[in-house]
């Protein structure tokens, strides 16, 4: 893409072209897919339905900070509450990619209920090139299954409609400044959301631990950020391990659980460094997730690979 006003233009016309009636728009509050649903309304108005979904693996605070981001960039949107339906999904499941295949279909059948609400089968979404090059095309391995590629049964009677399944990454971060579209997301975040930084079983209780200790990295990195003491980090979040630990709370042993810490720098997400931070800021980290996480976390540790071997993630 060298033009982005001659790709606005090119885009509109085909969506006009494939959406011949209305669409619902799968609306993360990501940069892939607002930049998506904003031109599905520069193509479709209000044929567009935008919908975000409340899976109950969001961040702490993520609904209002979505919410609020598509008003600034000007998108009509609808919050669906459907935590219910996912954790039914992923019920007893630990595997990595198990849980990206349950939680795709989980949103896929919620977007068949709402496009049948109003009437279509055409769902847009704002797949890039890298999606689908990593979940494995023809001669491909598949390295993961991204939700948005992965998830869509054969069966589905939905029709995907894909505007920026060309695109990179620094191709939609042009497209969307030539679009008005404020930057809003600090760090990227996983479509299946905090099932990934959950590894072994999904519970409600383990998800909730893992927001409370996502959110005080994200605090404290931010602080320290401001504070001068490390560069801003490419992405910066904890993980709720599979095992279990043992720790001390009061007079008591306890059989609790354990986090990682991952902090790196990053430029494009293929690879990526482990940051070194100063042991002050790891302890506030340590110091505060055992302590709001009095006797379910009893262990902190640092992730200290790089990608490669390792991947930015656990999984
Ligand atoms: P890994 O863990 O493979 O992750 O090193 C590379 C980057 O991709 C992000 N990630 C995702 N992004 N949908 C996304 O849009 C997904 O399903 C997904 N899974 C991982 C990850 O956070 C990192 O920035």
């Excluded at 069966?155 to 008005?180: C, F, Q």
């Excluded at 299946?192 to 409600?204: H, K, W």
């Excluded at 992405?235 to 986090?259: C, I, K, M, P």
Aim: proline residues 5%; negative net charge.
């Amino acid at each position: 893409m060298n033009d982005p006003a001659a790709f606005v233009d090119e885009a509109v016309r085909r969506l006009q072209i494939e959406v011949p009636d209305r669409a619902i728009i799968a609306a993360s509050g990501g940069i892939d897919s607002t930049t998506a649903a904003i031109l599905a309304e520069k193509a479709l108005g209000e044929r567009a339905r935008a919908i975000f979904v409340d899976t109950g693996l969001l961040r702490a605070g993520e609904v209002e900070r979505v919410s609020e981001h598509f008003r600034a960039a000007g998108l009509r949107f609808e919050v669906v509450r459907a935590a219910d339906s996912f954790f039914a999904a992923l019920d007893g499941v630990a595997d990595p990619e198990e849980k990206r295949r349950r939680v795709g279909a989980a949103f896929i059948r919620l977007f068949e209920t709402e496009a049948s609400r109003i009437g279509t089968d055409r769902l847009i979404q704002g797949t890039i090139a890298p999606d689908w090059i990593e979940s494995g095309g023809a001669l491909r391995d598949t390295i993961k299954t991204h939700h948005n590629v992965g998830g869509v049964p054969a069966d589905s009677r939905l029709v995907l409609v894909e505007p920026l399944r060309d695109l990179y990454k620094d191709e939609v971060r042009a497209l969307a400044r030539h679009l008005g579209i404020p930057s809003a997301e600090r760090q990227p975040f996983p479509g299946p959301g905090l099932a990934v930084r959950v590894n072994g079983v999904v519970t409600p209780e383990r998800v909730r631990r893992a927001r409370v200790a996502n959110a005080i990295v994200e605090e404290e990195v931010e602080r320290a950020v401001a504070g001068g003491q490390i560069p801003r980090p490419w992405q910066y979040f904890a993980v709720l391990l599979a095992s279990r630990t043992v720790g001390v709370t009061g007079d008591n042993r306890v059989h609790g659980e354990a986090v990682s810490v991952r902090i790196v720098e990053s430029v494009d997400a293929m690879t990526a460094t482990a940051m070194e931070v100063p042991r002050s800021v790891l302890r506030t980290i340590a110091e505060r997730i055992t302590r709001e996480l009095t006797g379910e976390v009893v262990r902190v540790l640092y992730d200290v690979t790089d990608k490669p071997p390792a991947t930015i993630e656990w999984e």
